[in-house]
């Protein structure tokens, strides 16, 4: 019995945007291409991060320990993930925000025109060396200072 990829397409119309990230995220892992993203603190330092085309800015985060949240793992809806995308050039490779993420964005601290989620945000080989600030505080619902390491 041979297995073959069946072909996904970047957005999926159905009605949980985590179903739609694990599902993409899942079948792009055969993807070997990656890309370098930068993180940036606050304080403005910056930190390299090496990720596979097809993943999200938030996995990314995760699999380089940049201290990034995603309370709700990747379900848009809580915000925490929240990041600004430096420059326009990248910012607008990335599809149009949903509703839901729209909604979402309006109750994070300090939104800007580039603040996106990053659990949202598919990376691509043109994303390479992309800066990806990360804001100063984020609205959880955990204790302060605290951060669940993934």
Do not use: W
């Not at 596979?52 to 379900?75: F, M, P, Q, Y």
């Not at 309006?106 to 080989?125: A, G, Y």
């Not at 043109?126 to 605290?146: E, F, H, I, S, W």
């Amino acid at each position: 019995m041979s297995l073959s990829l069946i072909s996904i397409p970047k957005t999926l119309k159905v009605g949980s945007q985590l179903l739609t990230n694990t599902l993409y995220r899942n079948f792009s892992k055969a993807n070997k291409k990656q890309i370098t993203l930068i993180f940036e603190d606050e304080k403005g330092n910056q930190s390299k991060a090496v990720g596979k085309v097809g993943s999200t800015v938030l996995d990314i985060a995760r699999s380089n320990k940049i201290r990034l949240h995603g309370a709700c793992e990747g379900s848009s809806k809580c915000g925490t993930c929240h990041v600004y995308i430096k420059d326009p050039k990248f910012f607008d490779l990335f599809e149009e925000p949903s509703n839901t993420e729209f909604d979402v964005l309006d109750e994070v601290f300090q939104p800007r025109i580039n603040s996106r989620l990053s659990c949202n945000l598919v990376v691509n080989e043109k994303m390479d060396q992309m800066v990806v600030q990360l804001p100063k505080y984020t609205r959880n619902t955990a204790v302060d200072g605290y951060f669940e390491d993934h």
